[in-house]
């Protein structure tokens, strides 16, 4: 009895060892940031659009947990009320990416040889062309705006997922339940919207979760170089933006929202990571 007791509790430390901390830290920020993006009153300290200028560029203390900026807003309410407007671009974003990307690489790998070469050579292009640059040349004809964001880093994003996609497809076309449903007969149509779609299409789920954190961080990029949302807006990357002129003075104003969005995409990256690889345990 005493041993089948230390084998048990051996097993349950070992357990507690495997236990995915990294995935529960990641969910708690995104229940965080979803309370943000619906209700940021909620969690906020002060009103992110109140000036107070004797208390201009003060550091992190209790009063201000994250400090605050030149006009003496708090950042660390600036920082909650532009998680919504930062959320809703990168998801936006990662939508827009995922859509185009399911388009092309559906066409490239299901349509007829000469329309499918067309695309895939299409595809090629797009992912030679520095995704960046494709931005800044949406951004520079639309003028920016957070809708003219969200479309050039979905634009920018989506040849790398149209190429994965596409090769999912042609995994999926090659194996062998669908040769067993063409023996029996099935469709090609149907092949395709029962066997082929569903199985190729399946890792979509981890892959959105990545293109999330991807796109924030583009997309806050952007806004950085003045190309994005402009301030005096909350987003991450307009606060970015407004304290690049005071990064030796009140660094805070520049390394926290910086620390945010490195937060936020790490979050989305454990658990699109997790989410592949119970995707992954599944097939097998």
């Known amino acids: 009895m005493t041993a089948i007791r230390s084998t048990t509790r051996q097993a349950q430390r070992i357990q507690l060892r ?48 994250f400090g605050t900026d030149e006009s003496g807003r708090d950042l660390y309410s600036r920082v909650v009320f532009g998680a919504g407007q930062s959320l809703l671009i990168g998801l936006g974003a ?29 595809v090629e292009v797009m992912f030679a062309f520095p995704a960046l640059l494709l931005a800044l040349l949406l951004i520079a004809i639309a ?18 997922y149209a190429r994965m996609i596409r090769g999912q497809i042609l995994a999926a076309k090659n194996s062998g339940y669908v040769e067993a449903a063409t023996a029996l007969g099935h ?21 959105f979760a990545l293109s999330v954190g991807q796109s924030i961080v583009w997309s806050s990029s952007l806004s950085f170089l003045g190309l994005g949302v402009a301030p005096p807006s909350s987003e991450w990357g307009a606060l970015l933006d407004a304290g690049r002129g005071y990064i030796i003075q009140a660094s805070w104003l520049e390394v926290i929202p910086g620390l945010v969005i490195v937060a936020v995409a790490l ?7 997790h989410l592949q690889a119970h995707l992954e345990k599944g097939e097998k």
């Open 18 to 65: 495997r236990r995915p901390w990294g995935l529960y830290l990641a969910g708690l920020l995104v229940v965080f940031l979803a309370i943000a993006a619906i209700a940021p009153q909620l969690l906020a300290t002060h009103d992110p659009y109140a000036l107070d200028y004797p208390a201009a560029l003060q550091g992190p203390s209790w009063a201000h947990w």
């Open 143 to 160: 003028g920016p705006s957070a809708l003219t964001e969200i479309f050039a880093v979905g634009l920018g994003t989506a040849p790398g």
């Open 94 to 122: 990662a939508g827009v990416a995922i859509v185009l990307a399911l388009i092309l690489g559906s066409l490239a790998a299901l349509a007829v040889k000469p329309a499918a070469v067309v695309v895939d050579r299409f």
């Open 187 to 207: 469709s090609s149509a149907r092949i395709v919207w029962a066997h082929i779609l569903p199985n190729a299409l399946r890792p979509l789920v981890a892959v």
């Open 267 to 273: 979050a989305a990256t454990t658990i699109g990571r």
